[in-house]
């Protein structure tokens, strides 16, 4: 195993949610209960918490719509408030410890009139606190695209649902799961370098603009063209190759690569085949192509699917995969999540953790990590 305690942030209980720690054996060795707390007695976290470079914790908060800096004990360090974006999802601290958020905008209004949301990304500036950048999704994407299931007939329309958000800071991009689009790579200014999601009905953002030119072109194993229009637009799959579905929590591993949750919901336009993966793509940016390295879940089918939420993470030290489907997960005691822990090169389970409560939906991130910061 990756040494360090498994952190599970933990759903199944509301008001608060209450994060907690275990250790190889199962144990809650830490636990975060903020019931009697002045602030936030009601937390709302989303996606969890993670650490930051300085050894504390963060989070965003829904219910207060800012984010909170607090150390081992669950003391406040700092706060920010993100108004007048509504926090929603997922929050990255930046190397120069800035924060890029997903978010929704009050003023966000479709064409067609109606009010919009989860379709903005923002940058806060950590130590000032303002809004340094924002992406508009509504600009760079299509909104009138529905094929994953987007209804623009709502009066709060969910067109895009940014569910995670990463920097690259090879070339100062950043990269943004959109849960009902795919995945999308976009420049500082809000254009769009890649995008990785099948090739079906993409049309023209705001500018005019043919998204149908930065889709990634898939290759097989042997770096060759596929060609197939069915693979193409995701209708069926290749033997090397499978495309993103509803996909959740994208991060760049070591080598460059992007290793994501695949989570599967209406895999090929259908809803046969339940299976979530941990995905591992390789992407050549000048050349817009996209080659599949590896996976691991397609194997262990319903066992581990999961249509909500979930986590993947590369573990540096064992150079292991964290594999976490978080939500209704079919456990042999009742509907949950599983954290599965595997070795890169033979995929051999080396530890495995199944949650099952009151509540199927059990978390949105797992992560191993040191009690204290390397």
């Avoid at 100062?172 to 009902?180: A, G, L």
């Avoid at 370098?193 to 042997?222: C, K, M, Q, T």
């Avoid at 080659?291 to 540096?316: A, C, H, M, N």
Wanted: hydrophobic share 35%; net charge negative; glycine share 8%.
């Amino acid at each position: 195993m990756e040494p360090g305690l498994t952190l599970v942030s933990y759903r199944g209980i509301l008001n608060p949610h209450t994060p907690f720690m275990i250790d190889a054996f199962g144990k809650i060795r830490w636990i975060l209960d903020y019931s009697n707390h002045p602030v936030l007695s009601e937390l709302y976290y989303d996606v969890g918490i993670e650490r930051l470079q300085n050894g504390n914790f963060y989070f965003g908060e829904s219910r207060t719509d800012a984010i909170y800096e607090i150390d081992l004990c669950g003391e406040i360090i700092n706060s920010w408030d993100v108004a007048p974006y509504g926090f929603h999802h997922h929050l990255q601290e930046k190397p120069n410890g800035n924060f890029l958020l997903t978010t929704s905008s009050n003023n966000s209004v479709h064409l067609n009139g109606n009010a919009t949301e989860k379709d903005q990304i923002i940058e806060i500036d950590r130590q000032g606190g303002g809004i340094v950048n924002v992406w508009d999704l509504r600009e760079s994407l299509n909104e009138n695209r529905t094929v994953w299931g987007a209804n623009v007939g709502s009066s709060l329309i969910d067109w895009a649902h940014g569910n995670a958000v990463v920097f690259d800071e090879s070339d100062n991009t950043i990269i943004v799961s959109c849960q009902r689009q795919g995945l999308i790579k976009l420049d500082n200014e809000n254009n769009v370098v890649w995008i990785l999601a099948p090739h079906f009905a993409w049309g023209e953002n705001r500018r005019g603009e043919n998204l149908s030119d930065y889709l990634l072109a898939p290759l097989d194993a042997a770096s060759s063209p596929i060609s197939d229009t069915d693979i193409l637009n995701g209708y069926t799959n290749h033997a090397d190759f499978e495309w993103n579905w509803y996909q959740h929590a994208p991060e760049l591993m070591p080598n460059g690569n992007i290793i994501l949750f695949d989570n599967g919901n209406w895999r090929n336009y259908t809803d046969t085949e339940k299976y979530s993966r941990a995905v591992e793509y390789n992407i050549n940016t000048n050349q817009k192509t996209v080659r599949q390295i590896w996976q691991y879940g397609k194997e262990r089918g319903i066992e581990t699917f999961s249509s909500l939420v979930s986590d993947v993470d590369y573990l540096p030290h064992s150079n292991n995969i964290l594999f976490s489907p978080g939500s209704r997960v079919e456990n042999a005691n009742g509907l949950g999540g599983k954290i599965v822990e595997v070795d890169y090169l033979t995929k051999e389970v080396v530890f495995e953790a199944r949650l099952s409560g009151a509540s199927s939906f059990q978390f949105h991130r797992a992560e191993r990590l040191n009690l204290y910061a390397d």
